[in-house]
């Protein structure tokens, strides 16, 4: 296993990736990794739907992303668009959704959305140490109309991310401003 300052500092949100499948060992130990996350009250909000590689239920959520993009962009995409869609999202590597539990009153949704968040770190933290790629959005796949139906969630529950997970062979050099630019000391 990596250094984990080198670990936190190459973490990446990678969009690309190979074609090398990602295993249901390798997803578990993320999952598993993931579940340590700090939570408020202990209440383990996070859960997980994961949509393998042709799972029928991507050709749903592509289905669910056309119906998206049409109804926000007030058009009618063409069957080229249509089918390039459907095309990328049959060829993500795995789909992770990460869900946060609603909570009884709003300060422990919040609480539990945090924790959930910190969950998700540790996938990417553990991903990269393992020499895996993700992709954590809270965009489009996590918005499209019935997704919960879709994904068969029956839980009181907020999407907090769409993670891909996979290989990519991409090497992104980043940059931070300074902690001490940030940080007022009292």
């Known amino acids: 296993m990596a250094d984990i300052t080198e670990v936190i500092r190459t973490r990446r949100n990678t969009k690309e990736f190979t ?6 060992l390798e997803i578990e130990t993320l999952l598993e990794l993931a579940i340590w996350a700090p939570n408020h009250r202990n209440t383990e ?14 050709d749903k959520i592509g289905q ?34 990460v869900f946060s539990l ?13 924790a ?8 990417q ?17 996590g918005k499209i109309r019935g997704l919960k139906d879709i994904l068969g969630v029956t839980y009181e529950a907020k999407c907090a991310g769409i993670l891909t ?8 050099e980043k940059s931070r401003i300074s902690h001490q630019e940030l940080t007022d000391w009292l």
């Open 19 to 24: 074609d090398k499948s990602i295993s249901r």
């Open 45 to 58: 909000p996070w859960r997980f739907v994961v949509v393998q590689k042709g799972s029928d239920v991507r």
């Open 64 to 97: 669910g992303m056309i119906e998206f993009l049409e109804e926000t962009s007030k058009t009618t995409l063409n069957e080229t668009q249509r089918e390039k869609i459907i095309d990328e999202v049959r060829d993500h590597p795995s789909l992770v959704y």
């Open 102 to 114: 609603v909570g009884e009153n709003d300060e422990i949704t919040d609480e539990n959305y945090g």
């Open 116 to 123: 959930v968040c910190c969950a998700i770190q540790n996938i």
């Open 125 to 141: 933290l553990a991903a990269t140490s393992m020499g895996l790629a993700v992709s954590w959005s809270t965009g489009r796949l």
């Open 165 to 172: 997970i996979g290989y990519s062979d991409l090497i992104i």
